[in-house]
C-alpha cells in the first residue's frame, strides 16, 4: 500500500492548501502509484514560522534531553524497518536488501549524532587578569534548510536532519520529490518519539522554488546540500549572497586505481559490487577503472564475470541483486553516454543497453578503449556505467585519478604498504578507501574537495556546521 504523501509543518501532516500534488513514479513499471503534496508559499511561509517557534523550544531543552528523544526515533526507525523498506523499493527501485540496510544504517546514524550532541564542548580559556573567566561556548547556529535527493531517501536525510537536531537546531527538509514516503517516514520516526512541533518540517515541490524562498529568508540560518555540482554551486552562491553558512555534497567521478600486484578476485568482487549498487546511482560510487597494464585483461575479465553474475529486476523479487534505474532522466543520460563513447571508438565489454520496455531497467555495463574527449570521461555518469582506463606507471595512475575537477571518493587496491600509503597521500579526494570500501559509516567523516563540495557529514566533524562559537570574557561583578 503506497500512501499519498502529506507535508510536515508544525508537528501536523498536511495538504498544500490550493491542493496541488506532484505523480510519484513507480521505475519498475512506470505506474503512478500515488502523490506528493506541493508546498507553495503559503506553506514554506507556515514551516519558517513553525520552525523559528520550533527553534527555541528545541534548543532550551537539554542536550541530554534531545539525546534521549534522538535515541526513540532510532529505534522506531528500527521496529518499522521492513515496511519502510518496501516503501523505499517501491518508489526508488533498488533491491529490499539495500532499502533495509539503508533503513537501519540510518538509524545508527541518529544514535551516533544522539550521542555526539552530548559532547558539544566548548573551552576554558586562560584569562591575562586574575577573576576574568574566558569561556569559549557552542551554540546550536539556528534553523536549517535542507535539501536531500532520491538516490538515498532516507540517508542523504538522516545525517543533516540528525545532526542538526543533535545540536540544538530546528529544520526545514525539501524532501525528494520522485521517493517522498520512505523519506516522510523518518520524519514521523522523529516526531513520534517526541521531537516538539516545529523542530522539524518536511516539504516538496519545485525544488528552484523552494530554494529560492528559504536561503535569502532570515529565518533561516544555514543550508545543507546534497547533490549535482552544477545545483551545489548555484545555491552556495545564493547563500554566499546572504551570508548563510553551507555544507555541499556534491558530485563524484571516483576513481578505482588496481596495481599489478592487488588481490584481483577482491578487487572485482568489492569494486563491482559497489559500482553497481544502488544500480550505480550513488555519489561515492567507483567509475573510473585505472588498471595496470600487466592486469588490465585479467582484472578486466574478473569484473565482467561479476557484473553479468547481476540478477536484474524489480527491487520486490527475491534474489534481484539491481534495480530500475530510479528515473527516466537516468536512463536517456546513459544511452547518451554509451552512444557517444561507442561513437568515439569505445568497445562495450558487456551490458550497453536498456533492459526490456515496461521500467527504467538499464544492463551493468563495461566500457574499454576509450578516447580521452569521452563524455562520461568528464561528466558524473550517475548510473551502472564502469569506465577502464590503462596505466603503467604510478605517476600516470595519480594524474588520472586527480584529473578531474571532482574529489569525493578513491578507491586503490595494492598488496604493497608503500604504494597504499603514497595513494592515501597523493590521491586529492575527501574519502579514500584502500583494500576495501569502507566508507559512509555514521563514525567517520563524508565529504569532499573541490568541485565536489565542503563540509562533512559523519563523525565527530559532522556535527561542527550545526554550531556557532560564542566568545564570552567574564568578570567578577
Ligand atoms: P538535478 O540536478 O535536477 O537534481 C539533483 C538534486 O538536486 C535533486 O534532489 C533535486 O531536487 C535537487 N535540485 C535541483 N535543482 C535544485 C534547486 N534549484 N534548488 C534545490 N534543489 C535542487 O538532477 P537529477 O536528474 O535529479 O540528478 C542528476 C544528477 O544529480 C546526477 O547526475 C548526479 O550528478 C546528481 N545527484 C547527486 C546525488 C548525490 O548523492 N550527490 C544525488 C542525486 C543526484
Same mark, same amino acid.
Given at each position: 500500500?503506497?500512501?499519498?504523501?502529506?507535508?510536515?509543518?508544525?508537528?501536523?501532516?498536511?495538504?498544500?492548501?490550493?491542493?496541488?500534488?506532484?505523480?510519484?513514479?513507480?521505475?519498475?513499471?512506470?505506474?503512478?502509484?500515488?502523490?506528493?503534496?506541493? +508546498?507553495?508559499?503559503?506553506?514554506?511561509?507556515?514551516?519558517?514560522?513553525?520552525?523559528?517557534?520550533?527553534?527555541?523550544?528545541?534548543?532550551?531543552?537539554?542536550?541530554?534531553?534531545?539525546?534521549?528523544?534522538?535515541?526513540?526515533?532510532?529505534?522506531?526507525?528500527?521496529?518499522?524497518?521492513?515496511?519502510?523498506?518496501?516503501?523505499?523499493?517501491?518508489?526508488?527501485?533498488?533491491?529490499?536488501?539495500?532499502?533495509?540496510?539503508?533503513?537501519?544504517?540510518?538509524?545508527?546514524?541518529?544514535?551516533?549524532?544522539?550521542?555526539?550532541?552530548? $559532547?558539544?564542548?566548548?573551552?576554558?580559556?586562560?584569562?591575562?587578569?586574575?577573576?576574568?573567566?574566558?569561556?569559549?561556548?557552542?551554540?546550536?547556529?539556528?534553523?536549517?534548510?535542507?535539501?536531500?535527493?532520491?538516490?538515498?531517501?532516507?540517508?542523504?536525510?538522516?545525517?543533516?536532519?540528525?545532526?542538526?537536531? +543533535?545540536?540544538?537546531?530546528?529544520?526545514?527538509?525539501?524532501?525528494?520529490?520522485?521517493?517522498?514516503?520512505?523519506?516522510?517516514?523518518?520524519?514521523?520516526?522523529?516526531?513520534?518519539?517526541?521531537?516538539?512541533?516545529?523542530?522539524?518540517?518536511?516539504?516538496?515541490?519545485?525544488?528552484?522554488?523552494?530554494?529560492?524562498?528559504?536561503?535569502?529568508?532570515?529565518?533561516?540560518?544555514?543550508?545543507?546540500?546534497?547533490?549535482?555540482?552544477?545545483?551545489?554551486?548555484?545555491?552556495?552562491?545564493?547563500?554566499?549572497?546572504?551570508?548563510?553558512?553551507?555544507?555541499?555534497?556534491?558530485?563524484?567521478?571516483?576513481?578505482?586505481?588496481?596495481?599489478?600486484?592487488?588481490?584481483?578476485?577482491?578487487?572485482?568482487?568489492?569494486?563491482?559490487?559497489?559500482?553497481?549498487?544502488?544500480?550505480?546511482?550513488?555519489?561515492?560510487?567507483?567509475?573510473?577503472?585505472?588498471?595496470?597494464?600487466?592486469?588490465?585483461?585479467?582484472?578486466?575479465? $574478473?569484473?565482467?564475470?561479476?557484473?553479468?553474475?547481476?540478477?536484474?529486476?524489480?527491487?520486490?523479487?527475491?534474489?534481484?541483486?539491481?534495480?530500475?534505474?530510479?528515473?527516466?532522466?537516468?536512463?536517456?543520460?546513459?544511452?547518451?553516454?554509451?552512444?557517444?563513447?561507442?561513437?568515439?571508438?569505445? $568497445?562495450? $565489454?558487456?551490458?550497453?543497453?536498456?533492459?526490456?520496455?515496461?521500467?527504467?531497467?538499464?544492463?551493468?555495463?563495461?566500457?574499454?578503449?576509450?578516447?580521452?574527449?569521452?563524455?562520461?570521461?568528464?561528466?558524473?555518469?550517475?548510473?551502472?556505467?564502469?569506465?577502464?582506463?590503462?596505466?603503467?606507471?604510478?605517476?600516470?595512475?595519480?594524474?588520472?585519478?586527480?584529473?578531474?575537477?571532482?574529489?569525493?571518493?578513491?578507491?586503490?587496491?595494492?598488496?604493497?604498504?608503500?604504494?597504499?600509503?603514497?595513494?592515501?597521500?597523493?590521491?586529492?579526494?575527501?574519502?579514500?578507501?584502500?583494500?576495501?570500501?569502507?566508507?559512509?559509516?555514521?563514525?567517520?567523516?563524508?565529504?569532499?574537495?573541490?568541485?565536489?563540495?565542503?563540509?562533512?557529514?559523519?563523525? +565527530?566533524?559532522?556535527?561542527?556546521?550545526?554550531?556557532?562559537?560564542?566568545?564570552?570574557?567574564?568578570?567578577?561583578?
Amino acid at each position: 500500500m503506497y500512501p499519498n504523501v502529506l507535508l510536515h509543518i508544525d508537528g501536523k501532516w498536511q495538504a498544500a492548501a490550493n491542493g496541488r500534488t506532484l505523480d510519484i513514479i513507480n521505475p519498475a513499471t512506470e505506474e503512478v502509484l500515488g502523490q506528493a503534496s506541493h +508546498a507553495g508559499p503559503p506553506e514554506l511561509d507556515l514551516a519558517l514560522a513553525a520552525a523559528a517557534r520550533g527553534f527555541t523550544v528545541w534548543s532550551n531543552l537539554s542536550a541530554f534531553e534531545r539525546s534521549k528523544i534522538m535515541r526513540r526515533a532510532a529505534d522506531l526507525l528500527r521496529e518499522r524497518a521492513e515496511a519502510i523498506a518496501r516503501l523505499m523499493t517501491t518508489e526508488q527501485g533498488k533491491p529490499l536488501e539495500q532499502s533495509l540496510a539503508e533503513t537501519l544504517g540510518s538509524a545508527d546514524v541518529i544514535d551516533w549524532f544522539a550521542e555526539e550532541g552530548r $559532547r558539544a564542548y566548548g573551552r576554558v580559556i586562560p584569562a591575562r587578569s586574575a577573576g576574568v573567566y574566558q569561556l569559549s561556548v557552542r551554540a546550536p547556529v539556528g534553523v536549517v534548510a535542507g535539501f536531500t535527493p532520491w538516490n538515498f531517501p532516507i540517508s542523504q536525510a538522516v545525517r543533516k536532519v540528525s545532526a542538526a537536531l +543533535a545540536a540544538g537546531c530546528a529544520f526545514i527538509l525539501k524532501g525528494p520529490e520522485e521517493t517522498p514516503a520512505s523519506c516522510a517516514e523518518l520524519m514521523r520516526a522523529y516526531a513520534d518519539a517526541g521531537v516538539p512541533a516545529g523542530v522539524v518540517q518536511l516539504v516538496f515541490g519545485k525544488p528552484a522554488e523552494i530554494s529560492e524562498y528559504l536561503i535569502p529568508h532570515p529565518v533561516v540560518k544555514k543550508i545543507s546540500f546534497t547533490g549535482s555540482t552544477v545545483v551545489g554551486k548555484h545555491l552556495a552562491a545564493l547563500a554566499g549572497a546572504n551570508m548563510k553558512r553551507a555544507t555541499m555534497e556534491l558530485g563524484g567521478h571516483a576513481p578505482a586505481v588496481i596495481c599489478a600486484d592487488a588481490d584481483l578476485d577482491l578487487a572485482a568482487k568489492i569494486l563491482s559490487a559497489n559500482k553497481f549498487r544502488n544500480a550505480g546511482q550513488v555519489c561515492v560510487a567507483p567509475t573510473r577503472f585505472i588498471v595496470q597494464n600487466e592486469v588490465f585483461e585479467p582484472f578486466l575479465e $574478473r569484473f565482467v564475470r561479476e557484473a553479468e553474475a547481476i540478477k536484474l529486476g524489480s527491487g520486490l523479487d527475491a534474489g534481484v541483486t539491481m534495480g530500475p534505474l530510479a528515473n527516466d532522466r537516468r536512463v536517456a543520460a546513459m544511452e547518451g553516454f554509451i552512444a557517444d563513447a561507442v561513437q568515439k571508438g569505445a $568497445r562495450i $565489454r558487456t551490458g550497453g543497453k536498456r533492459s526490456g520496455n515496461k521500467g527504467y531497467f538499464f544492463e551493468p555495463t563495461v566500457l574499454t578503449d576509450l578516447s580521452p574527449d569521452t563524455r562520461a570521461l568528464h561528466e558524473e555518469p550517475f548510473g551502472p556505467l564502469a569506465l577502464f582506463l590503462p596505466f603503467d606507471s604510478f605517476d600516470e595512475a595519480i594524474l588520472e585519478a586527480n584529473r578531474l575537477p571532482y574529489g569525493l571518493a578513491a578507491y586503490a587496491y595494492t598488496r604493497s604498504a608503500a604504494t597504499a600509503t603514497a595513494l592515501g597521500e597523493r590521491i586529492e579526494s575527501g574519502m579514500i578507501g584502500i583494500n576495501h570500501h569502507g566508507l559512509a559509516l555514521p563514525e567517520t567523516p563524508f565529504g569532499g574537495v573541490k568541485d565536489s563540495g565542503y563540509g562533512s557529514e559523519g563523525g +565527530a566533524e559532522g556535527l561542527e556546521p550545526y554550531l556557532v562559537t560564542k566568545f564570552i570574557s567574564q568578570a567578577s561583578g
